[in-house]
């Protein structure tokens, strides 16, 4: 079952193998995420993120959420989209170095908030 967690480290790790000028990982999780972005907005819960890919939303981070079912994907200022990542889907593996986002893993952007 994939995780808010999996999603957001996944992404941030893709972005920054983009920096280090591999764009193939980004394009295979752009294309698998793609489906998911969706105009059928479910309004972003109150509660503090499950997780937060720091390098999405253009900086602004993407704030990912867990349910029963889905993990929900919200992007600061797109207020009529959101993702909506069925809990069942396997997210693509990155094979590339991702030393410097497993740095961030202390800080918390990839566990539950508290």
Do not use: H
Request: aromatic fraction near 14%; charged fraction near 20%.
């Amino acid at each position: 079952m994939t995780s808010a967690v999996q999603i957001a480290s996944q992404y941030d790790r893709c972005f920054a193998t983009l920096w280090r000028g591999d764009g193939t990982t980004v394009n295979a999780l752009e294309a698998w995420l793609k489906p998911f972005w969706t105009e059928e907005y479910q309004p972003e819960p109150a509660a503090k993120p499950d997780a937060v890919s720091v390098f999405g939303g253009s900086g602004n981070g993407i704030r990912w959420f867990e349910t029963a079912t889905l993990i929900l994907g919200y992007v600061p200022g797109c207020l009529d989209r959101c993702y909506k990542v069925p809990r069942s889907a396997t997210i693509p593996a990155v094979a590339a170095d991702a030393t410097f986002v497993e740095s961030l893993r202390p800080t918390g952007f990839y566990t539950s908030w508290n």
